[in-house]
């Protein structure tokens, strides 16, 4: 539906486009806004779906994703009203899997902000930087 590629590899590094928390059907996991729809614990869980969206796109472009040597960024983005202001909150669904699946190469640098709208009326988006070998 976009011009854009999942990822892009340059020297060491890859490049995750934002990924939402769409479903194998593609319907999109828990869509609406943080702080009217959807709540901190089911934002949590789409972040953590996003999350897996990103690491399949990463699975893809590396073919294991035992070549990441370090989760460097990530740029959380949650669909919220104005007023809502735990977006950190929502965005642990992802961090917390990274470092369960990845330990101390699973800490990174994170942004988490609050966003009018996202893509499908996703409650999150996702993208990240991760170095490879």
């Given amino acids: 539906a976009a011009n854009y590629v999942p990822s892009v590899r340059t020297g060491n590094l890859l490049f995750v486009a934002g990924h939402i928390p769409r479903m194998p059907d593609g319907s999109v996991l828990n869509a609406g806004k ?4 959807v709540t901190v614990e089911k934002g949590y869980e789409a972040a953590k779906y996003a999350m897996l969206n990103c690491l399949s796109s990463i699975k893809a472009a590396l073919g294991d994703l035992d070549k990441v040597k370090r989760v460097v960024k990530l740029l959380c983005m949650v ?3 104005p007023e809502f202001a735990e977006q950190f909150l929502v965005a642990n669904g992802a961090s917390d899997l990274l470092v369960g699946l990845y ?3 699973g800490r990174h640098a994170r ?8 893509p499908r009326g996703s409650c999150i988006e996702i993208e990240m930087i991760v ?3």
């Avoid at 942004?111 to 996202?118: C, I, K, P, Q």
């Fill in 131 to 133: 170095e490879v070998e």
């Fill in 79 to 81: 669909n919220a009203v």
């Fill in 103 to 105: 330990g101390d190469q």
């Fill in 34 to 37: 943080l702080g009217k729809e």
């Fill in 111 to 118: 942004s988490a902000v609050g966003m009018g709208s996202l």
